[in-house]
Protein backbone atom coordinates (compact mmCIF):
# COMPACT_ATOMS: atom_id res chain seq x y z
CA UNK A 1 0.00 0.00 0.00
CA UNK A 2 1.70 2.99 -1.14
CA UNK A 3 1.39 7.09 0.90
CA UNK A 4 -1.78 7.92 -1.59
CA UNK A 5 -3.68 4.65 -0.80
CA UNK A 6 -2.73 5.05 3.07
CA UNK A 7 -3.98 9.19 2.73
CA UNK A 8 -7.44 8.17 0.92
CA UNK A 9 -8.28 5.66 3.52
CA UNK A 10 -7.42 7.89 6.62
CA UNK A 11 -9.57 11.11 4.72
CA UNK A 12 -12.20 8.59 4.00
CA UNK A 13 -12.46 7.39 7.97
CA UNK A 14 -12.37 11.56 9.03
CA UNK A 15 -15.35 12.11 6.34
CA UNK A 16 -17.44 9.38 7.93
CA UNK A 17 -16.70 9.72 11.47
CA UNK A 18 -15.90 13.10 12.08
CA UNK A 19 -17.17 15.26 9.12
CA UNK A 20 -14.08 16.61 8.22
CA UNK A 21 -13.05 17.03 4.69
CA UNK A 22 -9.77 17.08 4.85
CA UNK A 23 -9.20 17.52 0.78
CA UNK A 24 -9.89 20.78 1.82
CA UNK A 25 -7.06 20.89 4.32
CA UNK A 26 -4.41 23.66 3.66
CA UNK A 27 -0.84 22.48 3.64
CA UNK A 28 -0.01 24.26 6.29
CA UNK A 29 -2.63 22.40 8.75
CA UNK A 30 -1.32 18.72 7.77
CA UNK A 31 1.37 19.59 10.40
CA UNK A 32 -1.08 21.49 13.18
CA UNK A 33 -3.07 19.56 16.08
CA UNK A 34 -6.37 18.08 14.32
CA UNK A 35 -7.43 19.84 18.24
CA UNK A 36 -6.31 23.15 17.13
CA UNK A 37 -9.96 25.19 16.90
CA UNK A 38 -9.50 26.03 13.22
CA UNK A 39 -9.75 21.95 12.56
CA UNK A 40 -12.18 21.42 15.37
CA UNK A 41 -11.59 17.55 16.47
CA UNK A 42 -12.15 16.91 20.20
CA UNK A 43 -9.55 14.74 22.25
CA UNK A 44 -12.44 11.88 22.77
CA UNK A 45 -11.60 11.81 18.57
CA UNK A 46 -8.44 11.23 18.54
CA UNK A 47 -9.45 8.04 20.28
CA UNK A 48 -11.97 6.33 17.91
CA UNK A 49 -9.62 7.65 15.15
CA UNK A 50 -6.65 5.54 17.26
CA UNK A 51 -9.51 2.53 17.00
CA UNK A 52 -10.39 2.81 13.60
CA UNK A 53 -7.20 3.39 11.83
CA UNK A 54 -6.43 -0.20 13.63
CA UNK A 55 -9.37 -1.73 12.62
CA UNK A 56 -9.22 -0.16 9.30
CA UNK A 57 -5.26 -0.69 8.33
CA UNK A 58 -5.10 -4.24 9.97
CA UNK A 59 -2.33 -3.20 12.68
CA UNK A 60 -1.55 -2.78 16.43
CA UNK A 61 -0.27 0.65 17.84
CA UNK A 62 2.37 0.42 20.29
CA UNK A 63 2.39 2.67 22.99
CA UNK A 64 5.75 4.17 21.81
CA UNK A 65 3.93 4.94 18.60
CA UNK A 66 1.56 7.15 20.32
CA UNK A 67 4.42 8.57 22.85
CA UNK A 68 7.29 9.16 19.65
CA UNK A 69 4.79 10.78 17.16
CA UNK A 70 2.13 13.04 17.02
CA UNK A 71 -0.87 11.60 17.05
CA UNK A 72 -2.85 14.84 16.89
CA UNK A 73 -1.29 15.43 13.49
CA UNK A 74 -2.61 14.29 10.37
CA UNK A 75 1.31 14.07 8.28
CA UNK A 76 2.51 12.51 11.34
CA UNK A 77 -0.19 10.22 11.23
CA UNK A 78 0.02 9.55 7.86
CA UNK A 79 4.13 8.46 8.44
CA UNK A 80 3.13 6.32 11.36
CA UNK A 81 0.95 4.07 9.35
CA UNK A 82 2.97 3.73 6.48
CA UNK A 83 6.16 2.60 9.07
CA UNK A 84 3.53 -0.15 9.99
CA UNK A 85 1.68 -1.38 6.69
CA UNK A 86 5.29 -1.40 5.18
Given at each position: MDKKDIECK???IFKKK???D???MRKE???MSM???SIGMMPRD???LFFELQEC???KFEEKDILEKRFD???DIVSLIEEKVS
Open positions: IKEFFLLDKEENLDPLLTFEICYS
